[in-house]
């Protein structure tokens, strides 16, 4: 199950309206091995495509140094399907490659309603679980 | 020429947990090489037909390789390689 307080959900659905039609992509950093969702960071979709995402690389890097830096990982990697259900693709399933992530989907195919879908990815096998969002701001 | 490679979570079960490893070559090539004498299995998930493998991204000091001449890129001693998983996806629906 993910965990996730509602303000983090507005903010990555926010991000995905604001770049429909094209993919939005990006994670939420917590402590290493906490599996607590605490930072939200919107990453540069390098393909600004309606139907593929890739981190642009160099941002990536540097993300990546920072979290080691932190000691932080990345607890969910998120991104929007745009005209299509929040279920991973088959390439969603081919790049997954952080094993310890919540895999978030969103779509944004309806302009009044969204889906926010979570999932595991590991070796190929997609299980999607539930997504429970806490109101509360304390910790 | 022995460099330090930085091996993503999702790789470090080839490499025994280890999160930093290191190796020798004066290209990619025999760096992966090398790593793969080391720990078998590896260069499988860095390479496929001779090219780099689209889900990884592999970075010398601050530069993505895939700009600076892919497996051949040199390297120096004490160069740092870092591997990172490609983070990528989509639809892939067109139309």
């Given at each position: 199950m993910l965990t996730i307080p509602a303000a983090m959900v507005d903010a990555i659905v926010s991000h995905a309206r604001a770049d429909h039609p094209d993919e939005a992509c990006g994670i939420i950093a917590g402590p290493a091995g906490s599996d607590t969702p605490t930072r939200v960071i919107p990453m540069t979709?390098?393909?600004?495509s309606p139907t593929f995402y890739r981190f642009d690389s160099l941002e990536q890097l540097k993300l990546y140094r920072e979290l080691d830096e932190r000691d932080e990982e990345v607890v969910v990697v998120y991104h929007s399907h745009t005209a299509t259900e929040a279920y991973p693709s088959r390439t969603d399933i081919a790049y997954a490659?952080?094993?310890q992530a919540h895999y978030v989907l969103v779509s944004t195919r309806e302009p009044a309603t969204h889906e926010f879908r979570s999932y595991r990815i590991v070796d190929g096998v997609v299980t999607e679980e539930d997504v429970e969002i806490s109101r509360s701001t304390a910790s | 020429m022995s460099v330090t490679v930085s091996v993503p979570t999702i790789l470090r079960p080839q490499t025994k947990g280890e999160k930093s490893v290191t190796a020798t070559g004066t290209t990619l090539a025999e760096v992966i090489t090398d790593l793969d004498a080391q720990y078998a299995g590896l260069g499988d998930r860095l390479v496929k037909e001779g090219a780099l493998h689209r889900f990884v991204n592999i970075y010398v000091n601050d530069e993505d390789v895939r700009f600076t001449?892919?497996?051949?890129?040199s390297l120096a001693d004490g160069d740092q390689v870092t591997i990172l998983p490609a983070v990528a996806g989509g639809s892939g629906v067109t139309g």
């Open positions: 979709n390098a393909e600004r490659g952080e094993p | 001449g892919g497996l051949e890129t």
